[in-house]
């Protein structure tokens, strides 16, 4: 697996490497210097007021929000101190609602690597507790349709990297931090909301936070940080 994952990175950053000079490159830039708008899907924002959990393939948010959690058996985790860290999730179920609790103690982190070249697996769903989302926590789930992190007021650099079926990210109203690359590849994800409280997005250059997430439409609130970004960017944005 250490192989595969190794072959996997480095196949990913000659990716990157070639999308950093495409967007430096003149021929990939209107006469303003800005990126040019990747062609896109109109969809509803993905969040519980606005989506009504709209069905995304066979299963939806709301039926997801809905589902039974999933027993402590299907995870491997570790002691964080004032509760535990998420390492693998080793069941074998479509759909997954990591408990609350794990061994008496909440669950307030994920491990980088926690869902890795996955199949199967279609809807996921954090408890609140976790509110960061560390490189590489999601990693090339063929299947990954939804994910729901209502807590997540951090997205780390790779967090959320080639699934290619994802179409559905709820985080937090409170999203604060969007690191380079944070969802990296995901070409079927069509909408994200991004609150106000996010104000600034470290990266090497503009759209690189959401690199090759060619379908996506990013919803705000009017006059926010997100719209101009977006603007800058070339990425798609409607008010939410």
């Not at 989506?51 to 402590?72: C, K």
């Not at 976790?130 to 063929?142: D, E, G, N, S, T």
């Not at 926010?224 to 944005?237: L, M, R, T, V």
Request: charged share 20%; glycine share 8%; net charge negative.
């Amino acid at each position: 697996m250490k192989k595969l994952r190794l072959l996997a990175i480095l196949l990913l950053s000659v990716v990157i490497m070639a999308s950093c000079s495409d967007a430096s490159s003149s021929g990939d830039n209107d006469t303003d210097g800005t990126k040019k708008p990747s062609a896109t899907q109109e969809t509803t924002p993905a969040s519980d007021e606005t989506s009504g959990g709209g069905t995304i393939g066979n299963l939806t948010v709301d039926a997801l929000r809905n589902y039974p959690t999933s027993p402590e058996s299907d995870f491997e985790w570790e002691d964080s101190g004032d509760g535990v860290r998420l390492k693998n999730y080793i069941g074998d179920d479509a759909v997954v609602v990591v408990p609350n609790t794990l061994g008496g103690k909440p669950v307030n982190e994920v491990s980088g690597w926690f869902l890795d070249f996955v199949e199967g697996v279609v809807g996921f769903m954090l408890p609140d507790t976790v509110k960061a989302l560390p490189q590489y926590a999601f990693f090339r789930c063929a299947d990954l349709q939804i994910i729901i992190a209502d807590g997540v007021e951090e997205l780390g650099a790779e967090s959320v990297t080639q699934c290619d079926a994802l179409k559905t990210l709820i985080l937090s109203e409170n999203l604060s931090v969007i690191k380079q690359h944070a969802l990296l590849a995901c070409s079927a994800l069509e909408s994200l909301y991004v609150p106000p409280s996010v104000t600034e997005i470290v990266e090497p250059y503009k759209g690189s936070a959401f690199d090759m997430c060619n379908n996506l439409t990013i919803y705000g609130e009017a006059g926010s940080y997100i719209e101009q970004y977006c603007k800058d960017a070339g990425i798609p944005f409607k008010v939410k």
